[in-house]
Nanobody
C-alpha cells in the first residue's frame, strides 16, 4: 500500500508563488513516476507535471516555464513549485504515484486547494 499526503495549498495573490508537497509512505518500491494533477470546479482533471523514476520531466503547456516538479528521495517527498500564479491556476491539486509492476495501479492523495485571487 502507498499513502500520499499533500500539503502547501492556500490562498495566494496573482503573480505570487506557492510550493506544494506530497509525502509518500508505505510500500514505495517500484514507483515508476510521480505526477501532479489539478481539477477546477466543473472541469475535467488535467495533468500538470510528471517526474519519472529516471528524472525525466514533463509539463502541461499551460504551466510550462512557471511550475517546477522535483523530488527529495531522502524525504520521500515530491514538490510542485508554482511561480507567477494566475487566477486560472485555481483548482484542487492532487498528487499521484504510478506503479507499473503487477498489479499495476495508481495511488492518489486527497488533494489540496489552491486559490489565486486578489
Amino acid at each position: 500500500q502507498v499513502q500520499l499526503v499533500e500539503s502547501g495549498g492556500g490562498l495566494v495573490q496573482p503573480g505570487g508563488s506557492l510550493r506544494l508537497s506530497c509525502k509518500v509512505s508505505g510500500n514505495i518500491f517500484s514507483i515508476s513516476a510521480m505526477a501532479w494533477y489539478r481539477q477546477a470546479p466543473g472541469k475535467q482533471r488535467e495533468l500538470v507535471a510528471v517526474i519519472s523514476s529516471g528524472g525525466s520531466l514533463n509539463y502541461a503547456d499551460s504551466v510550462k516555464g512557471r511550475f517546477t516538479i522535483s523530488r527529495d528521495n531522502a524525504k520521500n517527498t515530491v514538490y510542485l513549485q508554482m511561480n507567477s500564479l494566475k487566477p486560472e491556476d485555481t483548482a484542487v491539486y492532487y498528487c499521484k504515484a504510478v506503479k507499473s509492476l503487477p498489479p499495476p495501479r495508481d495511488y492518489w492523495g486527497q488533494g489540496t486547494q489552491v486559490t489565486v485571487s486578489s
